[in-house]
């Protein structure tokens, strides 16, 4: 699991593909706003987080498992990241900024996420 990348993983690039074929051009990972989100659109003040199912604990997604052995040290990690997200998420939205997350098992239907973007964005 330490092999597990934060930037440029799948997900995040089918989304910042996505994006940039609909015409809009945004920055990556913003260290000066909360969370440092995926993508950022300054200009609209909008960001998008890319989660993965698994990490960030997507409700009723079969990829958020939990595993088998040393239960309450997983299920600490993952409480912890479920809050830091919402901590993030909502200093951005007083901040005055959309925040929109898109999950992994969401990057997989490409008309869907167009279509999701383009709402979000437009």
């Known amino acids: 699991m330490s092999r597990v990348g934060s930037k440029d993983t799948g997900p995040e690039m089918r ?30 003040r909008k960001v998008i987080f890319v989660h993965g ?17 040393r239960r309450e040290y997983w299920q600490a990690k993952f409480d912890r990241n479920v809050a830091r997200d919402a901590d993030a998420e909502t200093a951005l939205r007083e901040a005055g900024w959309d ?17 999701r973007l383009r709402r979000f964005l437009g």
């Open 53 to 69: 199912c698994y990490w960030h604990r997507h409700p009723g997604c079969k990829r958020a498992s939990m595993p088998s052995t």
């Open 15 to 44: 989304v910042r593909q996505t994006a940039h074929a609909l015409g809009y051009r945004y920055r990556l990972h913003a260290r000066d706003l909360p969370g440092s989100p995926d993508l950022v659109f300054r200009g609209r």
């Open 99 to 115: 925040v929109l997350v898109v999950w992994e098992c969401e990057t997989k239907d490409s008309h869907g996420l167009k279509d």
